[in-house]
């Protein structure tokens, strides 16, 4: 469920004092009633809400202490009723999460019955206390509308559809992660579900090029929308050398780590990033070896490896060519109280890392670390010389601007407030978990509240090049500088929201003189719509994939799994 549930379903605390609290019920714990609900929990509820964790939506566990069946049915049903009734809980709430849910008036009462009989089930195991909210939150950050408004433009484009990926047998959910274009360069497209596989697209049609889970024993999909295939790329060189790079999470199993967080943390699942060898680069169907290069411990299931990727278009003896850049979120440590776990260069945590497939200088010997990385002569044994920035969330994905000597461009998803894009500098320091764009953060004591700085702490840390606030979106869907044939998307970076699915564009230039954001709307059969109307569903889980060989441009709708291509601009 997404967050406006807990505007009116969480316990609220005012000052100290309960407001509403309610005796516990007794929910059926049959084997079978707890697996259905825990099977629609993750379908419908752990994109953004976990049991214990603060996240996009507040954590679930608890609140079936405190308020009763009846009025979590209703709430569930129709949620936009609290936020009408004006109940201080829901108030709070809504300063806290920003984002009013759907109604679930189409489910059915007996299956969310089912989510709250596991919803009390995980509450009785792990002893889980509802979440509280106090007044003085309210009033200590800043509230409201915190960035302009984006910029309508009047330019819009046509959308073509260019696939639907098939729904794997066992998920409930399409999950089109990260689309690549083959490095064969004739317009066939490689795309990775969320799930385990990686599917080939040619002539409209996908087939399974390679099934991660058949080869991979402890692979982990789920819970959430943060494990599985996180991203993919091919090598530079992959028509010679027949590589590919995989991110993907597993369940901790005691494997040994290359790097731990913490021996107070207990692990759930691990992040790898492995090379996978293609016997015939011609192949329909992947065919080879693979190995694994490094091997992570995550705190949580939130925030990992999201985007791995080369920098494309490189000639061999580029000082760049070769490299991998890795996205690593902050593992979801500061939704639990523990922001020691990251922002600092003994920890791979909320960093943009760069290594050397090709190499063996690393610690476990299986890749190299550039010789040129901003840390690596770093006198601290302990210094993770693999980090090129730090300081992020979820630097969710990673672009380069080749008209501008590749400049490198990386979004970063934030809590509750703002939505980023960042120039990413060389060693620069972006300030997650104590800005969140060019707001300060309390830290330890509310994630979700941000304030005004003054100068100069406001340049202490890389000041974003643009923000969004959550009155727009809620999760910023990186994209790319488009070098194609539509004249009137030239020099623009297209980007998008992932939940809602608006897309966005910027004008780029050498200076990056301009850092307005612009409204890119989307025209079909002549009329005015969006992609909520073109999927039918308010969730989008929308990506954005650029072919760099042919130069088109992708809009890809994971709720539906479509992949549709921009046609035209006007």
């Given at each position: 469920m997404?967050?406006?549930?807990?505007?009116?379903?969480?316990i609220?605390?005012v000052?100290?004092?309960?407001?509403?609290?309610?005796?516990?019920?007794?929910?059926?714990?049959?084997?079978?009633?707890?697996?259905?609900?825990?099977?629609?929990?993750?379908?419908?509820?752990?994109?953004?809400?976990?049991?214990?964790e603060?996240?996009?939506g507040?954590?679930?566990?608890?609140?079936?202490?405190?308020?009763?069946?009846?009025?979590?049915?209703?709430?569930?049903?129709?949620?936009?009723?609290?936020?009408?009734?004006?109940?201080?809980?829901?108030?709070?709430?809504?300063h806290?999460?920003?984002?009013?849910?759907?109604s679930?008036?189409?489910?059915?009462?007996?299956d969310?019955?089912?989510?709250?009989?596991?919803?009390q089930?995980?509450?009785?195991?792990?002893?889980?206390?509802?979440?509280?909210i106090e007044?003085?939150?309210?009033?200590?950050?800043l509230?409201?509308?915190l960035?302009?408004?984006?910029k309508?433009?009047?330019?819009?484009?046509?959308?073509?559809?260019?696939?639907?990926?098939?729904?794997?047998?066992?998920?409930?959910?399409?999950?089109v992660?990260?689309?690549?274009?083959?490095?064969?360069?004739?317009?066939?497209?490689?795309?990775?579900?969320?799930?385990?596989?990686?599917?080939?697209?040619?002539?409209g049609?996908?087939?399974?090029?390679?099934?991660?889970?058949a080869?991979?024993?402890?692979?982990q999909?789920?819970?959430g929308i943060?494990?599985?295939?996180?991203?993919?790329?091919?090598?530079?060189n992959?028509?010679?050398?027949?590589?590919?790079?995989i991110?993907?999470?597993?369940?901790?199993?005691?494997?040994?780590?290359?790097?731990?967080?913490?021996?107070?943390?207990?692990?759930?699942?691990?992040?790898?990033i492995?090379?996978?060898?293609m016997?015939?680069?011609?192949?329909?169907?992947?065919?080879?070896?693979?190995r694994?290069?490094?091997?992570?411990?995550?705190?949580?299931?939130?925030?990992?490896?999201?985007?791995?990727a080369?920098?494309?278009?490189?000639?061999k003896?580029?000082?760049?060519y070769?490299?991998?850049y890795?996205?690593?979120?902050?593992?979801?440590?500061?939704?639990?109280?523990?922001?020691?776990?990251?922002?600092?260069?003994?920890?791979?945590l909320?960093?943009?890392?760069?290594?050397?497939?090709?190499?063996?200088?690393?610690?476990?010997?299986?890749?190299?670390?550039?010789?040129?990385?901003?840390?690596?002569?770093?006198?601290d044994?302990?210094?993770?010389k693999?980090?090129y920035?730090?300081?992020?969330?979820?630097?969710?994905?990673?672009?380069?601007?080749?008209?501008?000597?590749n400049?490198?461009?990386?979004?970063?998803?934030?809590?509750?407030?703002?939505?980023?894009?960042n120039?990413?500098?060389y060693?620069?320091d972006?300030?997650?978990?104590?800005?969140?764009?060019?707001?300060?953060?309390?830290?330890?004591?509310?994630?979700?509240?941000?304030?005004k700085?003054?100068?100069?702490d406001?340049d202490?840390?890389?000041?974003?090049f643009?923000?969004?606030?959550?009155?727009?979106?809620?999760?910023?869907s990186?994209g790319?500088?488009?070098?194609?044939?539509?004249?009137?998307?030239?020099?623009?970076y297209?980007f998008?929201?992932?939940v809602?699915?608006?897309?966005?564009?910027?004008?780029?230039d050498?200076?990056?003189?301009?850092?307005?954001?612009y409204?890119?709307?989307?025209k079909?059969?002549?009329?005015?719509?969006?992609?909520?109307?073109?999927?039918?569903?308010?969730?989008?889980?929308?990506?954005?994939?650029?072919d760099?060989?042919?130069k088109?441009?992708?809009?890809?709708?994971?709720?539906?799994?479509?992949?549709?291509?921009?046609?035209?601009?006007?």
């Amino acid at each position: 469920m997404t967050r406006f549930i807990l505007y009116s379903i969480a316990i609220v605390i005012v000052v100290g004092a309960i407001i509403y609290l309610l005796p516990g019920e007794d929910y059926p714990s049959d084997d079978t009633t707890v697996a259905e609900g825990k099977a629609l929990f993750t379908k419908h509820c752990m994109s953004c809400h976990g049991l214990q964790e603060d996240g996009i939506g507040a954590p679930l566990g608890g609140i079936t202490k405190v308020l009763s069946e009846k009025i979590l049915v209703n709430f569930i049903s129709d949620p936009s009723k609290a936020i009408e009734s004006g109940e201080e809980r829901a108030r709070l709430l809504q300063h806290r999460y920003k984002l009013i849910m759907p109604s679930f008036k189409g489910m059915e009462e007996s299956d969310i019955r089912s989510i709250l009989a596991y919803l009390q089930y995980q509450t009785n195991l792990h002893a889980l206390e509802p979440l509280a909210i106090e007044k003085k939150s309210d009033e200590a950050g800043l509230t409201g509308r915190l960035v302009a408004p984006v910029k309508k433009s009047g330019l819009a484009v046509a959308l073509t559809e260019v696939v639907q990926l098939p729904r794997l047998s066992n998920s409930a959910d399409l999950g089109v992660v990260t689309l690549r274009a083959h490095p064969s360069g004739d317009g066939t497209l490689v795309a990775s579900d969320q799930q385990g596989v990686l599917y080939r697209v040619k002539n409209g049609t996908a087939e399974i090029f390679l099934d991660v889970r058949a080869q991979i024993e402890n692979f982990q999909s789920g819970p959430g929308i943060a494990t599985g295939v996180g991203s993919f790329d091919f090598h530079p060189n992959f028509l010679n050398n027949g590589l590919i790079y995989i991110s993907h999470a597993e369940t901790f199993k005691g494997q040994l780590a290359d790097y731990i967080i913490s021996d107070s943390i207990k692990s759930e699942v691990q992040w790898v990033i492995s090379e996978w060898k293609m016997d015939d680069v011609n192949a329909r169907v992947f065919s080879g070896t693979h190995r694994e290069l490094l091997r992570l411990h995550a705190p949580t299931f939130g925030h990992g490896c999201q985007e791995i990727a080369f920098i494309p278009g490189l000639k061999k003896g580029d000082p760049d060519y070769g490299l991998l850049y890795i996205g690593y979120g902050d593992g979801g440590s500061n939704n639990i109280m523990r922001p020691e776990l990251g922002h600092n260069l003994k920890s791979f945590l909320g960093t943009i890392m760069r290594i050397d497939p090709a190499g063996s200088n690393s610690r476990n010997g299986m890749y190299g670390i550039p010789d040129s990385n901003p840390f690596v002569h770093e006198k601290d044994p302990l210094t993770v010389k693999e980090i090129y920035a730090f300081g992020f969330r979820n630097p969710h994905r990673m672009a380069w601007d080749k008209a501008n000597g590749n400049r490198m461009m990386a979004t970063d998803i934030g809590e509750s407030n703002i939505e980023e894009l960042n120039i990413i500098e060389y060693g620069g320091d972006y300030g997650w978990p104590n800005r969140e764009g060019v707001y300060g953060i309390a830290t330890l004591r509310d994630l979700k509240t941000v304030f005004k700085l003054g100068n100069p702490d406001v340049d202490f840390y890389k000041r974003p090049f643009v923000q969004y606030d959550h009155e727009e979106g809620n999760a910023i869907s990186g994209g790319y500088v488009y070098d194609g044939e539509i004249a009137a998307l030239k020099n623009k970076y297209i980007f998008g929201d992932i939940v809602n699915g608006r897309l966005f564009y910027l004008n780029i230039d050498p200076q990056l003189s301009d850092s307005t954001i612009y409204e890119l709307a989307i025209k079909q059969d002549g009329k005015e719509t969006n992609l909520q109307e073109m999927s039918q569903t308010k969730r989008l889980h929308l990506r954005i994939a650029y072919d760099q060989f042919k130069k088109e441009l992708y809009i890809i709708t994971k709720a539906d799994g479509k992949v549709r291509r921009v046609t035209k601009a006007y």
